[in-house]
């Protein structure tokens, strides 16, 4: 009886991830065109809070004299890089791909 329920949970579980990865491919043209805009527009506008978000985190991962230097430099030219980015994906919205920058939003968790 024990491996006709755990047969059943684990059968349940796949029919469940496999309709949430599909997901994801069901969106309309209009949808991934629309969040690709307003990914890139949020990245033009956003950017600037790098600077204070790696001052922060270089600080917390070493001490406050590295961090205010190291994470100024750092945080410039991560917001360099998401600005130039969040302007490729708004001019390219038309064309449905993925964001390019990780993590797509700057209050995103993601690799530091």
């Known amino acids: ?3 006709r329920v755990l ?5 349940s579980l796949l029919m469940a991830v496999s309709s949430i990865s599909f997901a994801d491919e069901q969106q309309s043209y209009g949808s991934q065109t629309g969040n690709k ?3 890139g527009f949020t990245n033009m506008t956003t950017a600037i809070l790098e600077i204070p978000k790696n001052i922060i ?9 590295y961090g205010f230097v190291g994470g100024l430099a750092k945080g410039i030219l991560n917001t360099v890089g998401r600005m ?5 994906d708004f001019v390219t919205a038309p064309i449905p791909t993925k964001p ?3 993590p797509i939003y ?7």
Do not use: C, F, H, Y
């Open 37 to 39: 805009a307003l990914n």
């Open 106 to 112: 700057i209050w995103s968790v993601g690799p530091r």
């Open 1 to 3: 009886m024990n491996k």
């Open 7 to 11: 047969s059943l949970l684990l059968a």
């Open 84 to 88: 130039m980015a969040g302007l490729t």
């Open 57 to 65: 985190n270089t600080t917390n991962d070493s001490n406050v004299a």
């Open 100 to 102: 390019i920058v990780q």
